[in-house]
């Protein structure tokens, strides 16, 4: 059973970028057809979707942050990134890791990270 | 996109049924049985509830059963326990290939 953990600086400055690594244990990346994905959490508000991907595909974005994020794969390190650009205090939040629940599909996620917190502010 | 419209709250005694709804449109709940719920408990991760409208992961209690009706999909949490109280978030596909999740409701036990 995969385990995720999301790494990252807790304070990032506003306009600059907010880089993130989820590490994956128990299994392979590369060796499997899992999705993929980033969700994050602002403060007592609700969940959104930021990002998924698959690893032989395109990755997929919330239109509301498709200008702003970057996500990335790294098979050798069995971990995948999530950058945001331009951050502002409004990107504040708890942000999570996520693999899906089944091979080839990417309806829902089963297995998340503990999240980790990060705050916009100069 | 616009979260899915959750109630804010609902609650209910123990061992009592209670149903949360999830509204959208035809471009994302109306259009596809790619629905999922999430609990998530005070500062935890979420954890997956409900996949493709009905569908129960391993593990998850046969008192948690989702089902949908046009635009609108549910939530129904049977033999309510003192467990269950937590925020549930709902969860659908949408047309342009994204997805999009509900507003959140919290539930109480009374």
């Known amino acids: 059973q995969s385990q995720l953990q999301e790494s990252g600086p807790g304070l990032v400055k506003p306009s600059e970028t907010l880089s993130l690594t989820c590490n994956v244990s128990g299994g392979s990346i590369g060796g499997n057809n899992y999705y993929w994905g980033w969700i994050r959490q602002p403060p007592v508000k609700g969940l959104e979707w930021i990002a998924s991907?698959?690893?032989?595909?395109?990755?997929y974005y919330n239109p509301s942050l498709r200008s702003r994020v970057t996500v990335s794969v790294d098979t050798s390190k069995n971990q995948f990134s999530l950058d945001l650009s331009s951050v502002t205090v409004a990107d504040t939040a708890v942000y999570y890791c996520?693999?899906?629940?089944?091979?080839?599909?990417?309806?829902?996620?089963?297995?998340w990270g503990q999240g980790t917190m990060v705050t916009v502010s100069s | 996109q616009s979260a899915l419209t959750q109630p804010a709250s609902v609650s209910g005694s123990p061992g009592q049924s209670i149903t949360i709804s999830c509204t959208g449109s035809s471009s994302d709940v109306g259009g596809y049985t790619y629905v999922s719920w999430y609990q998530q408990h005070p500062n935890k991760a979420p954890k997956l509830m409900i996949y493709?409208?009905?569908n129960r992961p391993s593990g998850v209690s046969n008192r948690f059963s989702g089902s949908k009706s046009g635009n609108t999909a549910s939530l129904t949490i049977s033999g309510l326990q003192a467990e269950d109280e937590a925020d549930y978030y709902c969860n659908s596909y949408t047309s342009g290939n994204t997805y999009v999740f509900g507003t959140g409701t919290k539930v109480t036990v009374l």
């Open positions: 493709d409208v009905t």
């Open positions: 991907f698959y690893n032989f595909g395109s990755p």
């Open positions: 996520a693999r899906s629940l089944k091979e080839g599909t990417d309806d829902a996620f089963e297995i």
